[in-house]
């Protein structure tokens, strides 16, 4: 249909310009396909591989990985593949196995017999369009094979096996048209490939992968492409596992090593996609594309970790292994006085090593603590006619004064899995509104309206926080967080006299924790109601 629907706009006299649907139809293509010979000149020229690099420029990055994909893949979808052997009415491959002509069963309304000897797999009517059919068939069993114990025996692992298909079919349907092309081709392309060199990236190519190097935040251990040069907000799951899988190939092609910086972090960054989308399958062709370039399809690494002479760790780990459990181990029973941690690595493919240490630090922050995350903490007196936080930052309360507390998070990232920890100060106790007292102090998300505060028309960049109170501690937790400034608050009540700690509120990316921020710490008095 991109023919035809380019044809119809020129024949009204309109301008088709529609060039991210082009991209993903040329992915699917291949650079190498041609119109018919009958297409006009000027529809030809604006379904052309020339027209969509002129215009790389102005593609999303969805488009232009989509485009860098497509110059770096075999021109011709079929080129890695060898032939089929033609198809005979008197037998036959079906779902890859010999059938003879007496036992073929067509299901889809093709005809496996004269006149029209269709085999499975080929387009049999309709084509083109919407309503294109396929030659769906499968081999009948024979008499003595259906009474055959074995096949009764089998019935009801047939029977289990029902749910598991059923669950398969969102994810069937959640791939674009276009996108099952290019899994077949990208896996199909990345499974011959294997040891033999790839083409060297073009210089359209290359144009393409420094200006997602340009567009590439680096957060700790994770990378993704932003939506522009100027925008601090990822491109989206699909685009960044597309541009993800024009890195691997590029690299496999010998790209220079500036072009392809930071794409182990790129991998991170696009692995953490789940679900049945199309974004998840554009992340696992990206990660596949990646695991190949970087030799993890089959990798095989001895880590070894020691601390000066004394070995802490020695593990053997390969792509079939389960994923190795996290070591823990106390200070004092390192070696005196600490000495450097050394990682020996051999074998082949990529290890990913994350190491924390935990501690209480002598003394509280005087200044807030920014490592990726600005917080800022303030106490203020809850006004209980509107509800809301009103004058200046308190330092010390009456028993039994209802205070609000308010938590403000910057950050300069997206952030998955943010995580907003605040201790209480032993003069507080939190208000859990799920026991009847004091507000949500939620940040938004949910059906919230067009006009919340500071989200307007945006509303669907607030996260939606979900709120845990203990007696010691509030928590909130979102699972994503978008780049700019969020706040959360809490209600709590002065319930005991005395001078107190006020602990700093804490934020991180729970599954980075090297990615955080303290709020300052301070004190705060509980003093009597006069």
């Not at 349907?173 to 499974?191: E, F, H, M, Q, Y």
């Not at 994770?222 to 040069?229: C, E, H, P, Q």
């Not at 240490?357 to 600005?374: E, K, N, T, W, Y």
């Amino acid at each position: 249909g991109l023919v035809e629907r380019v044809a119809e706009a020129h024949g009204h006299g309109r301008e088709w310009s529609d060039l991210p649907t082009l991209a993903v139809c040329r992915l699917a293509l291949g650079a190498a396909w041609q119109p018919p010979r009958a297409t006009p000149a000027a529809v030809a020229a604006k379904v052309s591989m020339a027209a969509l690099v002129a215009a790389a420029d102005e593609l999303p990055v969805f488009g232009q990985a989509a485009l860098a994909v497509t110059l770096l893949l075999p021109a011709d979808p079929a080129e890695p593949n060898p032939p089929a052997p033609p198809f005979s009415y008197e037998a036959g491959l079906i779902n890859g196995e010999f059938c003879p002509k007496s036992r073929i069963v067509a299901y889809s309304g093709c005809v496996p017999g004269p006149p029209h000897d269709d085999s499975e797999g080929v387009v049999c009517a309709n084509d083109g369009t919407r309503d294109e059919i396929t030659a769906l068939m499968t081999c009948a069993p024979t008499a003595a094979h259906a009474a055959h114990p074995a096949r009764a025996a089998l019935a009801p692992a047939r029977a289990a096996l029902a749910p598991a298909r059923a669950a398969l079919a969102p994810a069937r349907a959640a791939l674009a048209p276009a996108s099952v092309p290019r899994l077949l081709r990208t896996l199909r392309a990345a499974d011959d490939a294997r040891g033999v060199p790839a083409a060297a990236p073009s210089e359209a190519v290359r144009r393409l992968l420094r200006a997602f190097q340009a567009q590439l935040r680096v957060t700790a251990r994770t990378a993704y492409v932003a939506a522009s040069a100027s925008s601090a907000h990822s491109a989206g799951q699909q685009a960044n596992g597309l541009a993800l899988s024009a890195f691997a190939l590029a690299s496999r092609g010998g790209a220079a090593a500036h072009l392809v910086a930071n794409v182990d972090k790129l991998a991170g960054y696009v692995a953490r996609a789940g679900g049945v989308s199309t974004a998840a399958a554009y992340s696992g062709v990206g990660l596949a594309d990646y695991d190949v370039a970087a030799g993890n399809d089959d990798a095989r690494v001895a880590v070894t970790l020691t601390c000066g002479a004394q070995p802490l760790v020695s593990r053997a780990l390969s792509t079939s292994a389960p994923r190795p459990p996290a070591y823990r181990f106390e200070w004092d029973a390192l070696p005196p006085p600490p000495r450097s941690l050394l990682f020996l690595t051999s074998g082949v493919g990529e290890v990913s090593v994350a190491l924390s240490l935990a501690f209480v630090p002598a003394a509280l922050p005087s200044q807030p603590v920014d490592r990726g995350i600005a917080v800022r903490k303030v106490v203020q007196r809850r006004d209980g006619a509107s509800g809301r936080a009103v004058g200046p930052p308190l330092q010390a309360v009456a028993l039994g004064t209802v205070v609000t507390v308010t938590i403000e998070v910057s950050t300069a990232d997206d952030l998955a899995n943010l995580l907003v920890e605040d201790w209480l100060p032993a003069g507080l106790e939190a208000l859990d509104p799920l026991a009847g007292g004091g507000s949500g102090g939620g940040g938004g998300g949910g059906d919230v309206p067009f006009d919340y505060p500071g989200c307007g028309s945006w509303w669907w960049r607030c996260p939606a926080f979900q709120r845990q109170t203990r007696k010691e501690r509030v928590t909130f937790y979102t699972a994503a967080a978008y780049a700019g400034t969020h706040s959360v608050s809490y209600d709590a009540i002065a319930a005991t006299r005395g001078r107190f700690v006020l602990p700093p509120a804490r934020a991180e990316a729970a599954l980075q924790p090297e990615v955080l921020g303290l709020s300052a710490g301070g004190a705060l008095a509980v003093t009597d109601r006069h």
